[in-house]
Every structure is written in C-alpha cells, then in structure tokens.
C-alpha cells in the first residue's frame, strides 16, 4: 500500500493545471468529445482540474487519489455525477467499470508503475479505453540522472514555500534561453521539442510544471519497451503510441476483453 504523500497535497492546494490545451494533447487521439455520456475514471486526479474538464460531458465519473481527493471535492463542488475515492491506484477496486479511464501524469510518480497499470486495466469495462500519459526514459536523462538525485540529497528536504521560490527562480531564468537560443533551428538540444510548448503556456503553467519536477517525491521514467508491453496488441485494439514533445508517452488502447 503506498503511503500519503503530503507533497502532493501541498501543491495542489496552491498551483492549478489548468491548460486545456495540454489536457487535449495528452489525450490525443480522443477528445473531450470523447467522454460524453461515459462512465469514466479520473485514475490519480490531483486537485480535480481535469475532473473539472471532463465533468460538464461525463454521465458518472470517479476520480481517485491518494492524497487530495479533498481538494478535487472542493473544486468539483457544483457537479454532482463525481464520486471521489481516496485510495492506491494499485490496489483500488472502483464500483462501476469504466467506459473510458485516464491516468493523465500520475503513473510515474507510483510506487510499483507495472502493479498500478495491472490494476488500472482490471476497472475498465471490455471494449473500454485507457488513456496514459506518463514520462518517458527516452529524452529525460538530465532529468533522471542530475534533477533526480539532486531532489532526494536536497529538494525535498527544503521547506516547502523556499521551494516553490526556487521553481519561480529557474522558470525566469529558462525564459531567455527558451526564447533565443531555442528558436535557432538546433533540434540536437535537450528538450527542444518540450520548448515548443512551453512558448505557447503560460509563466504561471509554466512554473507549475518546474515546480513539479522539484516537489515529486519519487518519478520513474518508463521506457518504450515497458508502454509497448502495456498497450500489447494483445490486450488492445486501436493502439496508439506516441513520443510527445521528446520528453514523454501518450499511449491509448480499447481494451479487448
């Protein structure tokens, strides 16, 4: 059983993912369209903003975390086809079998990815959808190799408004980089592809993603191999991979049985 991560609570009370664009880009090839009149699960819903997003089309949706299913109540307070479930992702047993789940940033900061995925697909309905988006070994290796050790020697052991200071310091000094350097035709560069989206954000989703990096209190990057085994032609129909923005995994499969 994973333990609760009060990180996680710190930051969503105070930081909101709130780009819709990205949402929709995540999800790709489906869209919000997509989750009308569905039963769906919101697999590691955070502070309940994509609840929030797909709520308005969904018949039933059941978001679960571990940490802040508090904070997504309070946020989805005006709908009332959301039933919150504060338990592990790799271990919870949903009511009602999903026409549709998501699991949108979340698989990768678990403590057993493999357990939770296996899980995941045990709460979707036969001929159902799951759609992942996650981190991806291929492309983050500053991130895995020096971001990463760096967090658990020090980060995490800051408090945590020096914290979210220091994501406000590095996201004002990225912009300048972002905005000469990697707009040279230099696709060699790390996290070319990812600058591209962050010039069409925000700074304050821009800062929220910075300051993700630096609070999680654990990531694994997940290699192709592992995403093609998840989503195996032989558990899956309609089997869609992708390497987005060079850094992630946008993967989504109809569940065959």
Not at 9 to 17: A, F, G, I, N, P
Not at 57 to 83: H, M, P, Q
Not at 167 to 182: E, F, M
Not at 220 to 239: A, G
């Amino acid at each position: 059983m994973q333990k609760l991560q009060t990180e996680w609570h710190w930051q969503w009370k105070r930081l909101e993912d709130d780009s819709k664009f990205l949402f929709s880009e995540w999800i790709f090839p489906y869209n919000l369209e997509s989750f009308k009149d569905k039963t769906v699960i919101d697999a590691g819903c955070g502070g309940g903003q994509h609840t929030n997003f797909v709520a308005p089309l969904a018949k039933k949706i059941y978001a679960i975390d571990l940490n802040t299913t508090d904070l997504a109540r309070e946020r989805n307070k005006n709908f009332n086809n959301i039933e919150y479930i504060q338990d592990d992702l790799a271990t919870v047993k949903v009511p009602e079998k999903a026409d549709i789940l998501f699991c949108i940033g979340v698989i990768q900061h678990t403590d057993n990815p493999d357990a939770t995925f296996q899980n995941l697909l045990k709460q979707i309905k036969p001929g159902g959808s799951f759609l992942l988006w996650c981190y991806a070994k291929e492309g983050n290796a500053l991130n895995e190799y020096l971001l990463e050790p760096i967090k658990r020697w020090v980060l995490l052991k800051l408090p945590k408004p020096l914290l979210l200071g220091l994501a406000h310091v590095l996201t004002i000094l990225l912009y300048p980089i972002i905005y000469s350097l990697y707009l040279l035709p230099l696709g060699f560069l790390p996290y070319y592809e990812y600058f591209i989206n962050w010039r069409k954000l925000p700074y304050g989703r821009n800062m929220l993603n910075v300051f993700d990096k630096l609070n999680a209190p654990q990531t694994f990057f997940i290699p192709k191999s592992k995403i093609e085994s998840w989503f195996s032609p032989d558990i899956f129909d309609d089997v869609h991979i992708h390497h987005y923005a060079g850094v992630s995994w946008r993967a989504s499969g109809k569940l065959k049985f």
